[in-house]
């Protein structure tokens, strides 16, 4: 597709529960993050893919969050066990270079609600 | 409601006004910064980038100013529109210089309202 695509657009999990959230990026672009959007806030950085390599995960709150690329193009980030605190916009980005922020493209989010 | 949890800064203008939204960014050693539009419920969309080397540059209708002194960037938007409308955010970057030159991190962002 001509842009970012994530899916589901929304989202409402029970705590305890784990989610699965998917990010199709575009066709050929080497590197993928996912930021994570607090109401009212900027995103923050979650997680650096190159390819199907996870360069940079420092940015996960907790280990109940996992991503993964594992054939370098569609990414999934994981949540587990979901609390109140993990509700937010969960957006996926990618750029068509390696360590390069120019040219990233956000897609549209995922919004998880934790009830 | 929807107003809970938000303090975002806020401007309000009139169609046809000049817009100037401020942003004070963190870290000294950024040397590549980025402005940012975001419409209710999609991601954020580029607008304009500068380097650090650089205090200005202008595209179509917007212009970035850069004061590394004070650590300040301003997008400034020409003739505003009511589709200027959305919360604009500007991002910083280390470069190289920071080993993580492919990371954005964020500012808080600023609502702006126009007014037909």
């Known amino acids: 597709g001509a842009g970012v695509s994530q899916s589901p657009r929304y989202k409402v999990a029970k705590r305890g529960q784990d989610v699965a959230l998917r990010c199709d990026p575009i066709s050929g672009h080497v590197s993928l993050f996912w930021y994570q959007q607090a109401l009212g806030q900027g995103p923050e950085f979650l997680t650096y893919f190159q390819n199907e390599a996870q360069l940079d995960k420092s940015g996960l709150p907790s280990d109940r969050f996992f991503a993964e690329r594992p054939e370098g193009s569609v990414s999934t980030l994981k949540i587990q066990r979901t609390q109140q605190e993990d509700s937010a916009v969960y957006l996926c980005?990618?750029?068509?270079?390696?360590?390069?922020?120019?040219?990233?493209?956000f897609g549209s989010g995922t919004r998880l609600t934790v009830v | 409601g929807e107003s809970v949890g938000l303090h975002l800064p806020t401007l309000s203008v009139q169609e046809g006004d000049n817009s100037i939204i401020n942003c004070a960014y963190s870290?000294?050693?950024?040397?590549?910064f980025i402005w940012y539009k975001q419409e209710s419920g999609k991601g954020p969309q580029f607008i304009i980038d500068i380097r650090s080397n650089m205090d200005k540059r202008q595209g179509q209708r917007v212009t970035v100013l850069l004061n590394k002194t004070v650590k300040h960037l301003s997008l400034q938007i020409a003739a505003t529109q009511p589709g200027d409308s959305a919360v604009y955010f500007c991002?910083?970057?280390?470069?190289?210089?920071?080993?993580?030159?492919?990371?954005?991190?964020f500012g808080k962002g600023t609502l702006l309202t126009v007014n037909p």
């Open positions: 980005a990618s750029s068509l270079k390696r360590d390069r922020v120019y040219g990233y493209t």
């Open positions: 991002a910083e970057n280390l470069g190289n210089s920071g080993g993580s030159n492919y990371k954005l991190t």
């Open positions: 870290n000294s050693a950024s040397d590549y």
